[in-house]
C-alpha cells in the first residue's frame, strides 16, 4: 500500500509510527500464529489433503473415500449414532442441570449437595466407562442395575420350578419349553409317564423321591413327571429306570377339546392324578409356566440399548458442569426482577418459566453449544463401554475414524476423509459460539 | 487371533492388559559367566511375553549366557511387536533377536529388510528338530528367516472330567459323535459348551478347526492367502458344520445371546469355576494354564482335554501358532544374535522352558520327560505327530483388518454368525466382501 516508503515516512511521522505499530504487533503474533499454524492449520489442511488418497497414501483416488463414507453401512451407522448423541445428549443435560441447580438454590447444604453431583467431573472418562461396563453386566451377579432389575422383578413374579428342563424328544409329548408340551390322546383309566431332561442333579429338589406311576382311577387319569436321565449312564430314554427321579412341583392339566378341564400338581415322587373325569378323551398339558428361564434382567449393552446406556453414563459424567455453570448465571440474575414479580402474586412455576428461564437463555445456550461440540468428539466412553459384538452398533464418528485410521484396518485415507466430516459438522456450533463470544464482548 | 499371553487373560480387561504390560516393562539382565567364546557381547532380545512367561523364557536365556559367555537383556516389546521394533531400527537401537508372535508380522519384517536369513548352521539343526512346515511359515520369499521357537496348539477341547462322567460319555472320537455326547451331556443337565462369542477370535479357531479338518490343509493354505474365495462351496459347507453346534441351545450353553457376553476367560470360568455351567470349552493348550491358575484345577486331572475331533471324513485338524526367533539386520552384535537361535534350535534351549511349564516346543528332539505335566506332554506329542499337517491359524496370517480386529472383519461376521446360523451363504459372501477389501485382490 506504500509505494515509496523511506520519501513518504520521512515526510509523515505518524504514518512511520503506525507501521512500527503495526510490524511490532505482527511480531508479537508470530509465535501464536506458526504455534497455531503447525497444530491446527496444517493438520487441517494434511487431513484434507490425505482424504484424497488411497489406504497406503499412494495412489490419488480423488472423492473415492467420500463415497466409500456413505456407502459403508458401519459408517452410516456411526453417523447415525452420532446424530443420535448430539440430539439427545445436550439437551437432556442442559434441562437436568437447569432443573437442579434452580432446586438446589433452595435446599439448605445446597454446596455439599452440587459437590457430590459435580464429583463425577473430576472421574476420567476412562474410569467412568470401566465402571459402568460393569453396572451395565447382564449378570445380576455382577450388574448392579441388573441387580436392581431382576430383584424387583422376582420380588413380583415367582420364578419357574425347572427352567432348563425339556421333555426327551420322540417320547411322546409334542411342543416346547417356550409354549409347553402336549400329550397324546388317552381315555380315562390309562397311564402316562411324561420323560423330562435336562435338570442338573442338584437342581432336582432335595425332596424328590425315586418316580412312580400310581395306578389311576377307573374314571381318572395318572402318571408320573420325572427326570429320564440315570446318572453315569444315561438309562433308557422314554422308560422309569431305577434310580430316575421324579419331578416334584411341575403343573400338569388335562385337557379335553382344548380347554384345561383340570390340574394337578406332582407329588415328591414326581405321581400326579385326575379324578372323577368323564368320558371323552383327553391330553395332558405341562404349561410353560413350568419352565420359563429365569429373567435375566435387561440387555443394557445389547445391540438395541447400547447407545442409550453410554449416554446415560455420558449424563452421570456431565450433570455436574451444566448444574454448576447454570447455578452460576442464576446466582448473577438480579434478584429485584423476582422479588418484584413475587410481589406482583407470580407464583414460582410463573417465576421459572417466565422470569427465570429467559433471563438464563444465554447462559443456557453456551452450555448447550459447549456440549454439542462436546458431544461430538465423544470417543473414550463408546470404546471402552460397547463389547466387541456391538461395537460396530456402538460406534460414533470419532470411534470410527480411530477404528478405521488404526484400529486393524489402518485405512487412514477413508479415516481422514471421516476426520473431515466430524470437522464440517463442528465447525458450524464454533462459529455460533464464537459468534457468541464477540457479541458479548463488545 | 492375537496370541493371548498369560497376563493378558488373567487381565480382565484390554486396560488392565495395558497397566501390567506398563508394570512389568523393565528389562531383565542375565550375569554372563567370565570367559566363554561370547564375553563382553551383549544379546538383546525382544518378544511379547510378560509375567510367568518372561521369567521362564529369561531362564533360556541364562542357558544361553552359561554356555557362551554372553550378557542377555530381554525387553518386553508391549502387544505391538512391529511398531516396537520399527522405532528401535529408526532410533539405531536395534534389538538382535526378537521374538515375532505372528506370520503375518514375520511377513512384515522380512518385505521391510529388517531381517537376516538363519544362518547355515542354525537352519540345518533346525531342519533335523522341526517338521517341514515350520520352516516354510519361517520362509518369507524364498529366505529361512524365522526359528519357531515356542508352539501353541489350538486344537483341544478341554472338559470337566465329572461332568461326562455323569452324563455317561467318553471322549468323543469325531464330529458326529461330540455332537451326540453334547447333546447327552445337556441331557444330562450340563449343556456342553461354552462358546466365548464375546471375544471373536475364539470363534475364527472354531471355524479354522472345522474347516482344515473338512476341506483339508490345501484349500485351508488357499484360503489363508484368499487364493479361494470365502464364497467358495467348501466355505459354506463349514459354516453349515458349525451351524449345527451354533443353532442348538443345547451345545451352547445359555445359547447365542449369552455366548455373545462370554469373554474367554469367562467360558474357562463356565466349565471350570466355581458354579460350573458347561462341560466343554474348545480353544487352545492355553485353556489349562487358565484353569490352574485362575480356577485351581490339576490338568490332567480335573480339567482334561481331547483333541479336536475329525469332521466329515477329514482327519483330525491341528491348528498351531507360535513365536518365531528372527535375527535383526541392523543390530550391533546380529552374529551373537545368531548364536543365540543356533541355541534356540536345540532341543536343549526347549527343555529348560519345557520344565518350567507353560510351553509346548514343535522340536520333535524334545525328551517327553522334559515336560512338568502329562498334559503338556499329550499336547506336545500331538503337535509332533501331526507333523507335517500342522496349519497356522487362518486368521493370524490374514491382514488384521481382517482377521485380528474387534468389532470388525472376521471376528464381527462370525459374531453375527452365532447370532444368527441361519444363512451360511450370506455370512460366507459378507466374509469374502470383508477379505477382499483387507487383502485388496
Redesign the interface.
Given at each position: 500500500m506504500d509505494r515509496k516508503p523511506t520519501a513518504r515516512a520521512a515526510a509523515d511521522p505518524r504514518r512511520r509510527a503506525l507501521r512500527r505499530r503495526r510490524l511490532l504487533g505482527a511480531a508479537f503474533a508470530l509465535p501464536a500464529l506458526l504455534l497455531l499454524g503447525a497444530l491446527v492449520a496444517y493438520p487441517v489442511v494434511f487431513s484434507v489433503g490425505r482424504s484424497l488418497f488411497d489406504a497406503s497414501g499412494d495412489r490419488f483416488v480423488g472423492a473415492d473415500n467420500y463415497v466409500e463414507m456413505v456407502r459403508d453401512p458401519a459408517t452410516l451407522k456411526a453417523l447415525r449414532n452420532s446424530a443420535l448423541w448430539v440430539v439427545v445428549a445436550p439437551a437432556l443435560l442442559t434441562g437436568l442441570g437447569l432443573l437442579l441447580a434452580v432446586l438446589t438454590e433452595r435446599v439448605r447444604w445446597a454446596t455439599a449437595f452440587k459437590l457430590v453431583l459435580f464429583l463425577p467431573m473430576a472421574v476420567s472418562f476412562l474410569a467412568a466407562g470401566i465402571v459402568f461396563r460393569l453396572a451395565y453386566e447382564q449378570d445380576p451377579d455382577r450388574g448392579v442395575l441388573n441387580a436392581v432389575v431382576v430383584g424387583v422383578h422376582d420380588a413380583f413374579a415367582e420364578p419357574s420350578p425347572y427352567p432348563t428342563a425339556r421333555a426327551r424328544d420322540g417320547r411322546g409329548l409334542a411342543g416346547g419349553p417356550a409354549d409347553g408340551y402336549t400329550s397324546g390322546e388317552l381315555r380315562p383309566g390309562s397311564v402316562a409317564v411324561l420323560p423330562f431332561v435336562g435338570v442338573a442333579p442338584g437342581a432336582v429338589p432335595a425332596g424328590a423321591e425315586a418316580a412312580r406311576a400310581p395306578a389311576p382311577a377307573p374314571d381318572g387319569l395318572a402318571g408320573t413327571v420325572y427326570l429320564d436321565f440315570t446318572p453315569g449312564t444315561g438309562g433308557r430314554p422314554g422308560v422309569v429306570d431305577d434310580r430316575e427321579k421324579g419331578l416334584p412341583g411341575m403343573t400338569v392339566e388335562a385337557v379335553r377339546d382344548g380347554r384345561a378341564v383340570a390340574t394337578a400338581r406332582t407329588a415328591a415322587d414326581g405321581s400326579f392324578h385326575f379324578d372323577g373325569l368323564g368320558d371323552g378323551t383327553y391330553r395332558l398339558r405341562v404349561p410353560a409356566a413350568n419352565f420359563a428361564a429365569g429373567y435375566g434382567g435387561v440387555d443394557w449393552l445389547g445391540p438395541a440399548l447400547v447407545t442409550p446406556a453410554i449416554i446415560g453414563a455420558y449424563l452421570w459424567v456431565w450433570t455436574g458442569f451444566s448444574m454448576v455453570l447454570i447455578g452460576a448465571g442464576l446466582a448473577a440474575l438480579p434478584r429485584d426482577v423476582l422479588e418484584a414479580a413475587r410481589v406482583d402474586g407470580a407464583n414460582e412455576r410463573q417465576i421459572f418459566r417466565r422470569i427465570t428461564v429467559p433471563l438464563l437463555a444465554p447462559v443456557l445456550t453456551v452450555v448447550f453449544v459447549t456440549l454439542v461440540i462436546n458431544v461430538m468428539k465423544v470417543f473414550d466412553l463408546v470404546y471402552v463401554i460397547a463389547p466387541g459384538p456391538v461395537q460396530e452398533e456402538a460406534n460414533v464418528l470419532a470411534t470410527r475414524m480411530w477404528l478405521v485410521s488404526f484400529g486393524g484396518g489402518n485405512d487412514q485415507g477413508l479415516g481422514s476423509a471421516l476426520s473431515v466430516l466430524l470437522l464440517l459438522l463442528v465447525v458450524p456450533a464454533m462459529v455460533f459460539n464464537i459468534r457468541r463470544f464477540r457479541k458479548g464482548g463488545s | 487371533m492375537r496370541r493371548p499371553s498369560l497376563t493378558t487373560l488373567r487381565a480382565t480387561?484390554a486396560?488392565t492388559a495395558a497397566l501390567a504390560l506398563a508394570l512389568t516393562a523393565c528389562g531383565g539382565d542375565a550375569d554372563p559367566k567370565s570367559g566363554g567364546e561370547l564375553a563382553g557381547t551383549t544379546v538383546t532380545v525382544a518378544g511379547v511375553w510378560t509375567g510367568g512367561e518372561q521369567k521362564n523364557f529369561k531362564k533360556v536365556l541364562d542357558a544361553f549366557s552359561a554356555k557362551t559367555g554372553a550378557k542377555t537383556v530381554f525387553v518386553p516389546s508391549g502387544d505391538n511387536v512391529s511398531t516396537f521394533v520399527g522405532s528401535k531400527i529408526e532410533g539405531g537401537n536395534a534389538p538382535e533377536v526378537v521374538l515375532v508372535p505372528q506370520v503375518g508380522v514375520l511377513r512384515q519384517f522380512a518385505e521391510a529388510g529388517w531381517l537376516t536369513p538363519l544362518s547355515e548352521k542354525t537352519a540345518t539343526t533346525a531342519a533335523g528338530n522341526l517338521a517341514p512346515v515350520w520352516k516354510e511359515y519361517g520362509t518369507v520369499d524364498g529366505a529361512y528367516y524365522g526359528l519357531y521357537f515356542k508352539a501353541a496348539h489350538k486344537s483341544t477341547v478341554w472338559y470337566a472330567p465329572d461332568a461326562l462322567?455323569?452324563?455317561?460319555?467318553a471322549e468323543p472320537k469325531s464330529w458326529d459323535e461330540l455332537l451326540a455326547s453334547g447333546r447327552?451331556l445337556?441331557?444330562?443337565?450340563?449343556p456342553a459348551f461354552a462358546v466365548a462369542?464375546?471375544?471373536?477370535w475364539t470363534l475364527t479357531d472354531w471355524f479354522e478347526n472345522v474347516y482344515l479338518s473338512q476341506a483339508g490343509p490345501e484349500k485351508y493354505d488357499l484360503l489363508a492367502r484368499h487364493e479361494l474365495k470365502w464364497t467358495d462351496p467348501s466355505v459354506v459347507t463349514a459354516l453349515t458344520t458349525l451351524a449345527e453346534v451354533f443353532e442348538d441351545e443345547?451345545l451352547v450353553a445359555g445359547g447365542a445371546?449369552e455366548a455373545?457376553?462370554t469373554d474367554f476367560p469367562g467360558s474357562v470360568e463356565k466349565v471350570f469355576g466355581p458354579e460350573p455351567k458347561a462341560a466343554l470349552v474348545y480353544e487352545g493348550d492355553f485353556v489349562g494354564g487358565v484353569a490352574r491358575d485362575e480356577f485351581g484345577r490339576k490338568p490332567g486331572e480335573d480339567a482334561k482335554f481331547f483333541p479336536f475331533p475329525p469332521v466329515g471324513s477329514g482327519k483330525a485338524p491341528v491348528v498351531s501358532g507360535g513365536d518365531a526367533a528372527v535375527v535383526l539386520k541392523d543390530a550391533k552384535n546380529a552374529d551373537a544374535g545368531m548364536r543365540l537361535l543356533e541355541f534356540l534350535a536345540t532341543p536343549e534351549a526347549a527343555e529348560v522352558w519345557a520344565g518350567a511349564g507353560g510351553f509346548l516346543s514343535p522340536n520333535k528332539d524334545v525328551k517327553p520327560e522334559a515336560y512338568a505335566d502329562d498334559t503338556a506332554r499329550a499336547t506336545a506329542a500331538s503337535l509332533v505327530a501331526a507333523g507335517d499337517t500342522v496349519r497356522f491359524d487362518m486368521s493370524d496370517q490374514a491382514p488384521?483388518?481382517f482377521g485380528?480386529?474387534?468389532?470388525?472383519?472376521e471376528?464381527?461376521l462370525l459374531?453375527d454368525f452365532l447370532?444368527d446360523p441361519s444363512d451360511p451363504k450370506r455370512t460366507a459372501a459378507a466374509l469374502e466382501a470383508a477379505a477382499a477389501k483387507?487383502y485388496g485382490n
Open positions: - | 480387561g486396560l462322567e455323569q452324563a455317561g460319555v447327552t445337556a441331557d444330562s443337565g450340563r462369542g464375546e471375544d471373536g443345547r445371546a455373545l457376553r488384521a483388518a485380528g480386529t474387534k468389532g470388525a472383519g471376528w464381527k459374531q447370532r483387507a
